[in-house]
C-alpha cells in the first residue's frame, strides 16, 4: 500500500509563492506517476501536475505552466510542487495521488488509486 502525506498548504496573499510536498511510503515511486490535484470550492478537481516515477517526465495543465512546477527529492520519496504568482483560483484543496506508470490519461484522475488527504491553499487579498 502506498501512503501519500500532503504538507505545505497556508493562507497567502496574491504574487506569493507556496511549495507543497508529498511524503510518500510504502512503496518505490519507480513504477508509479505522481499527479498533484486540486479541488476549488464548489467545483470540480482537477489535475494540475504529474510525474513520472520511471523517467521523471512531468506533465501540467495548460493554465498552470507557466507558474507551477513538480519536481522530486532524490530520494523519490516526496514529490513538490512550487507554485509562484499565487492568485485567488488558486484557492482550494491540494492533493497528492499515485497512478501505475502507463495507466494515466491526463489530466483524468480515474487511474489515481492512492490519494493523501490534501492541504489547504488560500489566497486571499
Known amino acids: 500500500q502506498l501512503q501519500l502525506v500532503e504538507d505545505g498548504g497556508d493562507s497567502a496573499l496574491p504574487g506569493d509563492s507556496l511549495r507543497l510536498s508529498c511524503r510518500t511510503s510504502g512503496r518505490s515511486l519507480d513504477t508509479y506517476v505522481i499527479g498533484w490535484f486540486r479541488q476549488a470550492p464548489g467545483k470540480e478537481r482537477e489535475g494540475v501536475a504529474y510525474i513520472s516515477g520511471s523517467n521523471d517526465a512531468t506533465r501540467y495543465r495548460e493554465s498552470v505552466k507557466d507558474r507551477f512546477t513538480i519536481s522530486r527529492d532524490s530520494a523519490k520519496t516526496t514529490i513538490y510542487l512550487q507554485i509562484i504568482n499565487l492568485n485567488s483560483d488558486d484557492t482550494g484543496v491540494y492533493y497528492c495521488?499515485?497512478?501505475?506508470?502507463?495507466?494515466?490519461?491526463?489530466?483524468?484522475?480515474?487511474?489515481?488509486?492512492?490519494w493523501g488527504r490534501g492541504t489547504q491553499v488560500t489566497v486571499t487579498s
Open positions: 495521488a499515485a497512478a501505475p506508470v502507463g495507466g494515466v490519461a491526463w489530466p483524468a484522475s480515474d487511474a489515481f488509486e492512492y
